[in-house]
């Protein structure tokens, strides 16, 4: 079937939608009534395949701007405190100095009261130190804290593994996944540490799928549940788009990953998923 030609402007345009129906024309062309796609719509289903991945890195990208431009200012704000502590010290000094010299018959006795007012300054200043050290830190461990979870989510058709990225600054714990029918419940969390990779283990339903699939197409749901440190619960999904046609064997891949925050935990209790 002819298709009109897509220029950069309009694929810039397009929305993720839009393009999940690009894709679908091309692997169910409408004119085929049910008949495999052939290469060519197979080419045209991967390239706007690829245009989604692209989307989801340079979001990726951004959000990782963001944050490092979040923590300059927080670097900035606190060298400004700091510079701010020295000069008062300084100006404190000086006028104490000041003072002492313009009573030069109470010389002693003020030259002994400085020492005093020193030594309280200098206590002073370390308890404000002190302060906006704590300070610092508890800002540091909120932007971790609440800095929205970046996972990435791959199909690797060669090994059945889903190859699982944790981009985000802080570790996150999964506690369980599933691929259509099929359900994995970890006894304990699967830990993935900051900018970290590990795989989970979908074997059981690629093999059920490569059995019942001959030369057709199909989609199943997939679902991740995971916990950030603070114990915000999030969810993953994505769409499992197999394909097992005559012309490039048996394919899988990961369609429009996208992580939300959910409350899962008090709905699965009951299949101890925690």
Known sequence: MWRKAVTLEELSL??????MMKINEFLVPANKAGAPANSDDLVGAQFYMAELDRRAARKLEKERQAAEAKRDRIDTRRRRIDLG???LIVA????????GWSEGEKQFAVLNQIQQNAAATTSTILTLQKTIQDMSAHISEELSLNYEPAVAAVYDTNTAMIHITNNSPTAISIYGYYSGDYQVMFPKPFVILPHGTDDLNNGPFYSEQKEKLHYTSANFPFAMFFRTKNGDEYTLNADINVEALP???FFVRLVLVKVHREAWGYRLKSKKWN
């Open 85 to 87: 502590l020295e000069l």
């Open 247 to 249: 012309t490039t064997g």
């Open 92 to 99: 404190l000094i000086g006028f104490e100095l000041l003072l």
């Open 14 to 19: 397009m929305t993720d939608e839009q393009v």
